[in-house]
């Protein structure tokens, strides 16, 4: 009779921690697919590993002029500095969907998720 319970109780803990226990994840976005196929490599996190103070971190977007959509859009379009331009990779509907990205990333502080 313990055994039957036992596996009873096991089935029942499964079977809630299956239900109930684990979050479903979320797919990431076409602007986050777009970032971590092309951007990632140096700007992770919101970072920048090639110029450390230029982050894609909102109070370096709005020192720098690159906080608005527009402002990203023809960065990552035409590049500057140290940033190749990417308008022969991606697509302008690409470039786009990756501007929105950084700039919504920027605004909840880069947070995982």
């Given at each position: 009779m ?7 109780a ?13 979050p479903?994840f ?58 190749p ?9 690409q ?17 995982k998720?």
């Open positions: 313990k055994r039957i319970f036992s596996i009873l096991i089935a029942l803990t499964m079977f809630v921690s299956l239900t109930f226990g684990q479903a979320a797919e990431a976005s076409p602007g986050a697919k777009v970032f971590n196929n092309n951007c990632a490599s140096c700007h992770a996190g919101g970072k920048n590993s090639v110029v450390a103070a230029k982050t894609l971190k909102a109070d370096a977007l709005a020192k720098y002029g690159k906080n608005t959509v527009e402002a990203i859009t023809l960065q990552v379009t035409k590049g500057k500095g140290a940033m331009a990417f308008s022969k990779k991606l697509s302008p509907d470039i786009n969907l990756v501007a929105n990205y950084v700039l919504e990333q920027a605004q909840n502080g880069w947070a998720g």
